[in-house]
């Protein structure tokens, strides 16, 4: 005989948000299954450190746990879920106090090893980017967000995001033309 | 909102996306789910016991001292015998309502001081 949980793999989003919100731990198991390659993928560009990134991504959906009660509307649990990723790593970077420098590059040497191709060169060249670039960089190209939406998300002007982004784009397109160029030699501004 | 994005940034970041797997990473948070519950549960079974021991050792001083106190509040203040009277002003007649009284008393007071001085 078929239990309910069974058949949680084929259900819509949408409705394991609903039973997730409940208490249905199954639900949410499943959610955590569909969604930790989106969120572990996230961090790990926004971290530059697999082990930092997936601990990180963990109590993202630890968090998602205990406030899944409060999403009202389960359509907007993708967007919810990466708000709070945001946040999550917000609150890790601010205990580093990193936010400071905004607009400069730091000089930092890629740390990310377990991927390979053009994986290992987009993680190494992002590393190079301070925080918040980064962040406007991979909310925009890896999440595919409108800047209005980064606005709303990291709380950051609109002027300050379109900045961030238009000025990493070029540091990134002009390191990862270095990169490729040679691959060994550190990058530096 | 159209926001412009650079299409070969755009193909890179796509190319890079790679499916991660998650099995280990999803028993991990399950597994971390799991602890807060038990904490809690933990928690109440203490709060519990503390509860049942502070019963079994106050409940007799605390029902002696009630006992004290309501035939205090229940003193009547004026003896009117056993008559009609005794009985209309009963309610009113005791040491609990002059203190009701005394109460409101003061909080009225205490208000218009308050008002005044808002005034000032």
């Not at chain 1, 259900?11 to 969120?39: K, M």
């Not at chain 2, 203040?77 to 203190?99: C, F, M, T």
Request: proline share 3%; charged share 25%; glycine share 6%.
């Amino acid at each position: 005989m078929h239990k309910a949980q069974d058949y949680y793999p084929k259900c819509p989003e949408g409705f394991l948000v609903s039973l997730a919100r409940t208490g249905d731990r199954a639900a949410f198991e499943e959610l955590v299954r569909r969604r930790q390659s989106s969120i572990r993928g996230l961090m790990r560009y926004l971290c530059s450190d697999v082990t930092l990134a997936d601990d990180l991504a963990q109590q993202v959906f630890f968090k998602m746990w205990l406030s899944i009660r409060t999403l009202r509307n389960s359509r907007a649990f993708g967007a919810w879920l990466k708000r709070l990723a945001v946040s999550i790593w917000l609150q890790h970077i601010r205990k580093k106090d990193a936010l400071r420098g905004a607009t400069e590059l730091i000089e930092k040497g890629g740390t990310n090893n377990d991927s390979d191709g053009v994986g290992m060169d987009l993680d190494n060249v992002l590393a190079t980017l301070a925080d918040p670039v980064r962040l406007c960089i991979v909310l925009s190209y890896n999440e595919g967000m409108s800047h209005r939406e980064i606005t709303d998300i990291t709380e950051l002007p609109l002027g300050t995001v379109k900045s961030h982004i238009n000025r990493g784009s070029k540091q990134l397109q002009n390191l990862l033309s270095a990169y490729k160029e040679s691959p060994d030699t550190e990058i530096t501004s | 909102m159209t926001d412009d994005r650079d299409p070969r940034l755009q193909a890179l970041f796509a190319d890079a996306r790679a499916e991660l797997d998650g099995e280990e990473f999803v028993t991990r948070v399950i597994a971390k789910t799991r602890k807060p519950k038990q904490f809690v549960i933990a928690g109440l079974a203490t709060i519990a016991l503390i509860m049942a021991a502070a019963a079994w050792l106050f409940t007799l001083p605390i029902l002696g001292i009630s006992q004290v106190v309501a035939t205090a509040l229940t003193t009547t203040l004026i003896d009117l015998g056993e008559g009609w009277l005794a009985w209309v002003l009963l309610p009113v007649n005791n040491i609990a309502s002059v203190l009701a009284l005394c109460i409101k008393a003061l909080r009225m007071i205490h208000q218009k001081v308050r008002g005044a001085s808002y005034l000032g």
